[in-house]
């Protein structure tokens, strides 16, 4: 059975840090692209990071460049999504996709998914 399982999330301050984790199982994805949504609530899922199978091609949104950093351990079955300078609007449940078919940008285009975490930040 194919797992995406996330931990990290929590509550934490406008201005703090969380790291997020996505723990694979049940398959290898270490050649495919992992990436990170999340879905605030009444919003629609929306796209945050992607990275490559080798991590060193990366993909952000407009609104998380320069202060989130995904990155990848494919030896331990784990992709990280450090989240710093956080911000009220980060508050979503953030969940892990693996294997894209298609745009990095389109939920749709993602094939396995997590139960997402939440992060909350507080003004």
């Known amino acids: 059975q194919v797992q995406l399982v996330e931990s990290g999330g929590g509550l934490v301050q406008a201005g703090g840090s969380l790291t997020l984790y996505c723990a694979t199982s049940?398959?290898?994805?270490?050649?495919?692209?992992m990436g990170w949504f999340r879905q605030a609530p009444g919003k629609e899922r929306e796209f945050v990071a992607a990275i490559g199978r080798n991590g060193f091609s990366t993909y952000y949104a407009d609104s998380v460049k320069g202060r989130f950093t995904i990155s990848r351990d494919n030896a331990k079955n784990t992709v990280y999504l450090q989240m710093n300078s956080l911000k009220p609007e980060d508050t979503a449940v953030y969940y892990c996709?693996?294997?894209?078919?298609?745009?990095?940008?389109?939920?749709?285009?993602?094939?396995?998914w997590g139960q997402g975490t939440q992060v909350t930040v507080s003004s």
């Open positions: 049940g398959r290898s994805f270490r050649n495919n692209v």
């Open positions: 996709a693996g294997e894209v078919l298609g745009s990095y940008y389109i939920m749709t285009s993602w094939h396995y």
